[in-house]
């Protein structure tokens, strides 16, 4: 599995990533709400899906529901499309870096080292027989 298997940008984080780009569409400019807003990702090819999270920050919009379609419907070609990542504000572009590489941990559970208690048991257990 990659790490951005299934959906590239999973919908909670699009979520933040709308929020991050102040709830406004990158396209038309309208401010809606950020559920409302979705993430379109320039390339759903498997160059996409190997870059770093980060990384991805380059290859995606934040777009209302109508320009999204629209984009979609080839009115906007890639170049335009990426044209628009210009306008983007440095502050925007690193808050969305980090949205994107903050991994979900998967559960860990905590960390035991199973040789090193049991030598110690061991260590402890030689030490009372040895009294
Ligand atoms: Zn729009
Ligand atoms: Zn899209």
Avoid: N, W
């Amino acid at each position: 599995m990659t790490v951005l298997s299934r959906a590239l940008v999973p919908l909670v984080r699009q979520k933040r990533i709308a929020v991050a780009a102040g709830c406004r569409c990158e396209l038309c400019g309208a401010e809606i709400l950020a559920a409302d807003l979705e993430v379109h990702t320039f390339g759903e090819g498997d160059r996409v899906k190997t870059l770093p999270p980060a990384d991805l920050e380059r290859e995606i919009l934040v777009l209302c529901p109508r320009c999204h379609q629209d984009v979609h419907e080839d009115c906007v070609g890639e170049p335009e499309q990426r044209a628009l990542l210009a306008f983007r504000r440095p502050e925007v572009t690193e808050e969305i870096r980090k949205i994107l590489a903050t991994r979900q941990k998967p559960y860990v559970p905590p960390e035991v080292d199973l040789e090193e208690t049991f030598s110690s048991a061991t260590r402890l257990d030689t030490h009372y027989r040895g009294m």
